[in-house]
C-alpha cells in the first residue's frame, strides 16, 4: 500500500512537500520506480518524476527545474518536492509504483491521491 | 515535448461496445498502457504492454494496437464501467512517462 501525506494548502511562491509511505513490501525492489502523479480539477495525469531506490530520479521536463524526488529507503517512504508554486499547481497528488524493465513502464499500484490547493 | 491524443468523451448505451483511442507517434515503440478511473478514486490499471489484461480485470475490456493508435475496446458496456480511462505511455527512450487527456465514458 502507498500513503501521501503532507500539508493540504500551499501558498503562492513557496515549496509544496509531499511524502508518500510505502507499506506491506520494500521500496528497495529491483525493476520498480517510484513516482509521483498529479491531476489538476477535472483535468487529465500528468507524470511529474519518479525514482529508484538507489536514487536514480526522472522528472517531466516541463517541471524539472522545479521539482526534487528524494528516497528513504530506512523508512521506507519517498517524498516530493516541488519550488516555486502557483495556482497552476493545485491538483490532487498521487504517488505509486511503477515498472522499469525492458520497456515495461505501467504503474501498479498507486495511493489515494492528496488534493494540494495552492492559494493565499 | 511528447503527446498523446485521446478523444474527451465517448457515450455508449448498456450492452453496446465503447472504442476508446490514443494517439502518439512513438507508439509503435513503446508499450500502451490503460488506466480507469472513477470520481473520487486513484487510477486503476486496466490494460498493460499494449494488449495484457491484469487479473481481476473483465474479459470486456481487450485492447489492440496499430500504428500510432492504440484502441480501448469495452464490449457489452455496463453501466459500471462509466469512468474516465487515461491512455499511458513513454517518449522514444523510454525515459519519460505520459499521459493522455484522458476520456469520459459515459453509458446512456
Known amino acids: 500500500q502507498l500513503q501521501e501525506s503532507g500539508p493540504g494548502l500551499v501558498k503562492p511562491s513557496e515549496t509544496l512537500s509531499l511524502t508518500c509511505n510505502v507499506s506491506g513490501g520494500s521500496i528497495s525492489i529491483t525493476n520498480y520506480y517510484w513516482g509521483w502523479v498529479r491531476q489538476p480539477p477535472g483535468k487529465g495525469l500528468e507524470w511529474i518524476g519518479s525514482?529508484?531506490?538507489?536514487?536514480?530520479?526522472h522528472f517531466n521536463p516541463s517541471l524539472k527545474s522545479r521539482v526534487a524526488i528524494s528516497v528513504d529507503t530506512s523508512e521506507n517512504r519517498f517524498s516530493l518536492k516541488l519550488r516555486s508554486v502557483t495556482a497552476a499547481d493545485t491538483a490532487v497528488y498521487y504517488c505509486?509504483?511503477?515498472?522499469?524493465?525492458?520497456?515495461?513502464?505501467?504503474?501498479?499500484?498507486w495511493g489515494q491521491g492528496t488534493l494540494v490547493t495552492v492559494s493565499s | 515535448s511528447y503527446e498523446l491524443t485521446q478523444p474527451p468523451s465517448v457515450s455508449v448505451s448498456p450492452g453496446q461496445t465503447a472504442r476508446i483511442t490514443c494517439s502518439g507517434d512513438?507508439?509503435?515503440?513503446?508499450?500502451s498502457y490503460w488506466y480507469q478511473q472513477k470520481p473520487g478514486q486513484a487510477p486503476k490499471l486496466v490494460i498493460y504492454k499494449d494488449i495484457e489484461r491484469p487479473s481481476g480485470i473483465p474479459e470486456r475490456f481487450s485492447a489492440s494496437a496499430s500504428g500510432t493508435t492504440v484502441t480501448l475496446t469495452i464490449s457489452g458496456v455496463r453501466a459500471e464501467d462509466e469512468a474516465d480511462y487515461h491512455c499511458q505511455s513513454a517518449d522514444s527512450t523510454g525515459t519519460y512517462l505520459v499521459f493522455g487527456g484522458g476520456t469520459r465514458l459515459t453509458v446512456l
Open positions: 505509486g509504483r511503477h515498472r522499469r524493465v525492458a520497456a515495461e513502464r505501467e504503474f501498479d499500484y
Open positions: 525514482i529508484y531506490y538507489r536514487g536514480t530520479t
Open positions: 512513438t507508439l509503435p515503440n513503446q508499450y
